[in-house]
């Protein structure tokens, strides 16, 4: 499917950050996260990544250039973002790019899911792979003006040098915490220095 086509189809099965956030709370009352929904361990993260979004959004601090790039901004803007609830990077990030968003009338945030998005992601892909979040800022006739994800440099280079370790490899969760600790580390500095780099 071609990529406007996709992006339109996305979009009609797309969320606020709000509705968003309520989905997830509804799907832990199940025990489920937003997808692999019979696996306790993706529950486990989404549980995680659920109050580490709630905590981001509320403490992070923003960067007063990109504050004034994004409030700039005159043209109606659609911010596709497209996440999993389970997802460590995304629960850093995603409240960033939501309060972001938040400032700015002109931008509409649209959240869908990945794994009900097979179209979307042939055209979103990562050296390959289906890594998460990817931001695609969109104009008023759904082209895209920028794209930004899956994580920031360093923590994308962390990913990359354990895939290219021989097997067998040290257990993911293992760099899994090494990444949340820089997350925690970086505060959310170098996502804000990389979007604002897009924009």
């Given at each position: 499917?071609?990529?406007?086509?996709?992006?339109?189809?996305?979009?009609?099965?797309?969320?606020?950050?709000?509705?968003?956030?309520?989905?997830i709370?509804?799907?832990?009352?199940?025990?489920?996260?937003?997808?692999?929904?019979?696996?306790?361990?993706?529950?486990?993260?989404?549980?995680?990544?659920?109050?580490?979004?709630?905590?981001?959004?509320?403490?992070?601090?923003?960067?007063?250039?990109?504050?004034?790039?994004v409030?700039?901004i005159?043209?109606?803007?659609?911010?596709?973002?497209?996440?999993?609830?389970w997802?460590?990077?995304?629960?850093?990030?995603?409240?960033?790019?939501?309060?972001?968003?938040?400032?700015?009338?002109?931008?509409?945030?649209?959240?869908?899911?990945?794994?009900?998005?097979e179209?979307?992601?042939?055209?979103?892909?990562?050296?390959?792979?289906?890594?998460?979040?990817?931001?695609?800022?969109?104009?008023?006739?759904?082209?895209?003006?920028?794209?930004?994800?899956?994580?920031?440099?360093?923590?994308?280079?962390?990913?990359?040098?354990?895939?290219?370790?021989?097997?067998?490899k040290?257990?993911y969760?293992?760099?899994?915490?090494?990444?949340?600790?820089?997350?925690?580390?970086?505060?959310?500095?170098?996502?804000?220095?990389?979007?604002?780099?897009?924009?």
């Amino acid at each position: 499917m071609e990529k406007k086509k996709a992006i339109e189809n996305a979009l009609g099965n797309a969320m606020s950050f709000g509705l968003y956030l309520d989905l997830i709370e509804a799907l832990h009352k199940d025990n489920k996260a937003t997808s692999f929904q019979d696996n306790e361990e993706f529950y486990n993260y989404s549980k995680l990544g659920y109050s580490r979004m709630k905590r981001v959004y509320k403490t992070v601090s923003l960067n007063s250039e990109l504050e004034k790039k994004v409030t700039d901004i005159q043209s109606p803007q659609t911010w596709l973002l497209i996440t999993e609830s389970w997802c460590g990077d995304a629960s850093q990030t995603v409240p960033i790019i939501a309060k972001l968003a938040d400032l700015n009338n002109s931008i509409e945030l649209k959240i869908v899911l990945r794994d009900s998005q097979e179209d979307l992601m042939v055209h979103y892909l990562t050296n390959g792979g289906k890594s998460i979040p990817i931001l695609a800022i969109l104009d008023e006739e759904l082209n895209e003006i920028s794209r930004w994800g899956p994580r920031p440099e360093p923590a994308q280079n962390k990913v990359l040098e354990y895939k290219s370790l021989p097997d067998p490899k040290p257990p993911y969760s293992e760099l899994s915490t090494e990444i949340q600790k820089w997350y925690n580390a970086d505060k959310g500095i170098l996502t804000q220095k990389e979007i604002l780099d897009i924009l």
